[in-house]
């Protein structure tokens, strides 16, 4: 088994592809010492082509992938795609399109939360996949032929398992369920990796506006840092001594020297005149300039015994449904409807208002019961309520 590594066999390889109806995809990729992953391998299978191309071979020129992958009438077909898709997306500035992710079908289609690759393939392939190669040096060449059937497995079996759950769908009439998700996965909003909007990644939930305008400066000096150096943002500053130069916002290199896991060499360093003069510019904003924490992060004031109830009433209607609870609703989504927070609440639009979102309202009002039943966890609608 040999990597596509010439222009021209990519080229032709992608040319029968683009007649196809669709293709699996999968990449290799290592970025655990960079900020940009590095792309090693993309794998690549149509109906009756498989194949593995080789991005690091010397002068490889990529762009009939790239185009291949911006082919509207070609389905791309990933597993878990959001990785793979923001690797093109930074490489071409477009999301690949249309595609179908087989992890977000197998949810919709009762296979559960999150789904792996290996367990799919298991079940609708009849495929037992290698694991051995998995953490492999993908960047290491030559590559062994362990590493190679590994990496080829992951789109050759992938070719059944999109078949079986493309007809389930048709089946149990949950394509546009499937569509709504993938409308989100490949809007390029998604993969906004701008540096004024790193902060809103953070896990804070401080109400503070002086402390979120710090926090912001922060978060957009240590982005713009990590993007120019190739590095992780945690290797230029840990997440939690953000949080803390944030909650002092020293203006001092001496103040800054305190911070745990810092000295007052970094402090007088490029680095600290960084971090200080991000502060200075943060507070020097006028107060009506300084964020909120959005929405979506605010905590909720809601109340302990609703949320339990939705959150049960969730499993209830999900085990009936035959559809992965994290798909239809997640914990902040569930404490908000519970606060009465209603009006851009997923959950009381489009499927998810069919699946949960009905019987929520009905739950809160007092026109639906949870109740055992044979062994079974039942929702039961009331003849009244309060």
């Known amino acids: 088994m040999t990597p596509i590594t010439d222009s021209?066999?990519?080229?032709?390889?992608?040319?029968?592809?683009?007649?196809?109806?669709?293709?699996?995809?999968?990449?290799?990729?290592?970025?655990?010492?960079?900020?940009?992953?590095?792309?090693?391998?993309?794998?690549l299978a149509g109906p009756d082509d498989a194949a593995i191309v080789d991005p690091l071979a010397e002068g490889i020129?990529?762009?009939?992938?790239?185009?291949?992958?911006?082919?509207?009438?070609?389905?791309?077909?990933?597993?878990?795609?959001r990785q793979d898709l923001e690797i093109f997306f930074h490489m071409t500035?477009?999301?690949?399109?249309?595609?179908?992710?087989?992890?977000?079908?197998?949810?919709?289609?009762?296979?559960?939360?999150?789904?792996?690759?290996?367990?799919?393939?298991?079940?609708?392939a009849g495929a037992?996949?290698?694991?051995?190669?998995?953490?492999?040096?993908?960047?290491?060449?030559?590559?062994?032929?362990?590493?190679?059937?590994?990496?080829?497995?992951?789109?050759?079996?992938?070719?059944?398992?999109?078949?079986k759950l493309e007809r389930k769908l048709e089946r149990n009439g949950r394509a546009d369920w499937l569509n709504e998700e993938m409308a989100v996965l490949t809007d390029p909003e998604t993969y906004d990796l701008a540096p004024e909007r790193a902060w809103l990644r953070l896990k804070t939930r401080s109400r503070d506006r002086r402390y979120l305008t710090v926090l912001r400066a922060l978060a957009t000096w240590?982005?713009?840092?990590?993007?120019?150096?190739?590095?992780?943002?945690?290797?230029?500053?840990?997440?939690?001594?953000?949080f803390d130069i944030a909650q002092r916002a020293p203006q001092s290199v001496k103040e800054l020297a305190h911070t745990r896991g810092l000295n007052e060499d970094f402090a007088r360093g490029r680095m600290g005149k960084g971090i200080l003069g991000a502060i200075e510019g943060a507070l020097a904003l006028p107060q009506d300039q300084w964020p909120s924490l959005p929405k979506d992060e605010a905590q909720v004031d809601a109340p302990g015994p609703i949320t339990d109830l939705l959150k049960m009433l969730l499993k209830v209607k999900c085990d009936t449904e035959g559809v992965a609870p994290k798909l239809v609703a997640n914990s902040q989504e569930i404490e908000r409807l519970a606060a009465g927070e209603n009006e851009e609440s997923p959950l009381l639009h489009g499927w998810r208002y069919d699946v949960f979102g009905r019987d929520a309202e009905a739950l809160m009002a007092g026109r639906l019961a949870i109740a055992a039943r044979n062994g079974k966890?039942?929702?039961?609608?009331?003849?009244?309520?309060?």
């Open 8 to 43: 021209k066999t990519l080229a032709d390889l992608c040319e029968r592809l683009a007649r196809a109806d669709f293709v699996t995809v999968d990449t290799e990729f290592v970025r655990d010492t960079t900020y940009w992953p590095r792309l090693c391998l993309v794998q």
């Open 61 to 81: 020129d990529l762009a009939p992938l790239l185009r291949l992958l911006n082919d509207e009438p070609v389905v791309k077909v990933f597993h878990a795609a």
């Open 93 to 124: 500035g477009k999301v690949p399109s249309p595609v179908f992710d087989t992890q977000v079908a197998a949810m919709v289609c009762g296979f559960g939360d999150q789904v792996s690759y290996e367990k799919l393939a298991n079940s609708l």
């Open 128 to 163: 037992r996949i290698d694991k051995g190669a998995r953490y492999a040096d993908w960047q290491r060449r030559p590559l062994t032929d362990r590493q190679l059937e590994y990496a080829l497995s992951d789109v050759t079996h992938l070719r059944k398992a999109y078949r």
């Open 222 to 242: 240590r982005e713009e840092e990590a993007q120019r150096r190739d590095l992780p943002r945690n290797r230029v500053l840990r997440d939690e001594q953000l």
């Open 377 to 386: 966890a039942v929702a039961l609608p009331l003849d009244g309520g309060d």
